[in-house]
């Protein structure tokens, strides 16, 4: 765990007390995607069934296509591994069905863009780890990079769609 995973999952933390900020204050799940909150879910579960088999730290102690994808590119065939991969692969589209709701309404609650905001400065905080990894440490993981790269693109090309 460095600084930048750190920051990046204090601003993932920041978008989901967000997001439970605006439901709690609103009464109302409008203008949320739920397919979207569903498949982070998945993306989480999986991506943290590793805590139960590995030590990582004491802080961190279109769904057909992305699991087609994590059996054929992955570090490691084992089954935690395909996991991983494949929660890597639907989190860099997970957020398309939140902007897909954004840009019917043409608009968004200031929290929800502020939601979206904070998820995207958590992808590109772990984009710039990445950067950070391969500088000084000479680690290069294409699928992290790739991953972060197109959902970060995702987060801050479709930024303009919220007020």
């Not at 920051?7 to 799940?29: E, M, P, T």
């Not at 993981?141 to 769609?161: C, G, K, P």
């Amino acid at each position: 765990m460095n600084l930048l995973q750190f920051l990046g999952d204090l601003s993932h933390l920041l978008a989901i007390i967000l997001l439970l900020l605006k439901i709690w204050k609103s009464r109302s799940c409008a203008g949320i995607s739920g397919k979207s909150q569903v498949l982070f879910a998945v993306v989480f579960t999986a991506h943290y069934l590793n805590l139960f088999t590995n030590y990582i730290s004491l802080y961190n102690t279109w769904v057909k296509p992305m699991a087609i994808l994590s059996f054929l590119i992955n570090h490691d065939f084992t089954p935690l591994e395909i996991l991983w991969t494949f929660c890597m692969y639907l989190e860099s589209v997970t957020i398309l069905l939140q902007l897909f709701m954004v840009s019917k309404t043409g608009e968004a609650e200031t929290i929800t863009s502020h939601y979206l905001f904070a998820l995207g400065v958590y992808r590109t905080l772990y984009l710039f780890n990445w950067i950070k990894c391969y500088h000084f440490e000479g680690f290069f993981d294409f699928m992290d990079i790739v991953t972060d790269l197109v959902q970060s693109s995702l987060y801050w090309r479709n930024e303009t769609l919220c007020p």
